[in-house]
């Protein structure tokens, strides 16, 4: 794709996408393009929808107001990405919004909002969450998009984790002192994963226990400092995605991050 | 310290902490206590400033517009902190100021800007950036503000570093592909490291260049996503403080949060 026409521009079209495909473009992708970015007849943009991989194509206008992507060729194949939850007592407005966006960077398969005792949000505005999602992740070059799940309170959401699914939560009091010693200890490398961040306020003493109850469950101690939710997240994140995910790449494995330089 | 009379509030203040000491308060920190916060005579807060510890304080009202603190027992003795630069291109305005708060919880002990040549912001506001430093540090309970240093161009920040000092930075092609074995094969545990993140835009082939030729520096790779500035800031110190950094506790060393329970 000759780089003078690529418009820096990823887009999620939930359409089948092979070469010489039609996508469509919703009523406010059309307008976001046209409008706000001012693109115009093929201008070139890379475009994914979860299952078929990356593609790069051409928007065609039909009209002023509609139009399309016409599909070319593919610059990423489909990959499966980390079985990574992340589970998360909900922040307000822009702090959720920057919680979801985290979660999409750092790799997250789901997220799960969870309500706990302390948890001072109203229930989550879910639609907002998943248009978050969706443009964290187009922006972040992941190929699918996270999956977003309606809040439940933190004993539903426990009951639901299937029990080979490691949970991680923090916990100032964790008996192992060093993290990365406790992620190792897991054995838990490539395995199904959830990462739970509790409320700013922390969770309650009943809360702790079951926790701490559950069956394949481990204690992350993060520092001497106190962090806050969306901190916490990232940082608890980095360190499971270096010690059990997806960072540590293998060997001879390109990274493919934008359109082929052909 | 009584727990009902705690306002929960964490103070930074300039001046000599001991017992039966009398601290001043600045004009704004006087309002802020007394009309937003609505505190009155005996409320009780903690402070530090940098070099006596955290002590716990009475708040006295000389007048309706203006107090000072009668210091009264301390609750935690001052500690040296991780010796730990935090560089950084430079953001706008919201994402700087978050860039700030998330260094200071990550335990950094200096923040540098740095301009980079695909630095998008203009030069850096020091004095809202050290503002949030402050604000940050009283909030996540650490006992000293991280220095905040003027902006400088790269290639003169990098001059500025000690050569013992380890510089570690992001890098999509770091030769070592799984962080933490980097971070462990550099042998750099409680040395003074310095963690380098670049402009959105990347380093540009010189600057690269510039970075892998400094001895004593170290390439981290941040996994297959990209990554935005403040995300990477925070993963890459959760990975270096866990590693090499001061997360890893001591055994049998208590941590003191808030006041004490008497």
Same mark, same amino acid.
């Given at each position: 794709m000759a780089r003078y026409d690529f418009s820096g521009q990823r887009l999620f079209v939930d359409a089948p996408l092979a070469a010489g495909a039609r996508?469509? /473009?919703? @009523?406010?992708q059309f307008s976001y393009l046209t409008t706000v970015l001012r /693109? *115009?007849?093929g201008a070139r943009l890379l475009v994914f929808n979860g299952r078929d991989g990356e593609w790069e194509a051409r928007?065609? +206008?039909?009209?002023?107001?509609? &139009? *399309?992507l016409a599909v070319e060729a593919r610059t990423r194949a489909q990959e &499966? *990405?980390? !079985? +990574?939850? /992340?589970?998360?007592? =909900?922040l307000k407005h822009a702090r959720l919004d920057y919680m979801a966006q985290k979660a999409v960077e750092m790799g997250a398969s789901r997220l799960a909002p969870v309500m706990t005792r302390r948890t001072q949000a109203a229930r989550v505005n879910l639609e907002r969450l998943r248009a978050n999602a969706?443009?964290?992740a187009e922006q972040c070059g992941v190929l699918t998009i996270p999956e977003v799940i309606a809040d439940q309170p933190l004993p539903a959401a426990l009951a639901a984790l299937a029990p080979e699914r490691l949970l991680i939560f923090c916990d100032e009091d964790a008996e192992v002192a060093d993290p990365c010693a406790a /992620? !190792?200890?897991?054995g838990a490398a490539g395995r199904p994963l959830a990462v739970l961040i509790g409320p700013e306020g922390g969770f309650d003493p009943a809360e702790r226990e079951m926790l701490i109850a559950r069956p394949n469950a481990l204690r992350l101690s993060l520092g001497p400092r106190i962090l806050r939710a969306d901190t916490a997240a990232v940082a608890a994140l980095a360190l499971v995605q270096a010690r059990l995910g997806?960072? =540590? @790449? @293998?060997a001879g494995a390109a990274q493919r991050r934008g359109p082929s330089e052909a």
């Open positions: 996508a469509e /473009l919703t @009523r406010e /693109l *115009g007849e928007l065609t +206008l039909a009209s002023r107001k509609s &139009g *399309g &499966g *990405g980390a !079985d +990574l939850h /992340l589970l998360f007592a =909900p969706v443009e964290a /992620l !190792d200890a897991s997806d960072w =540590p @790449r @293998r």
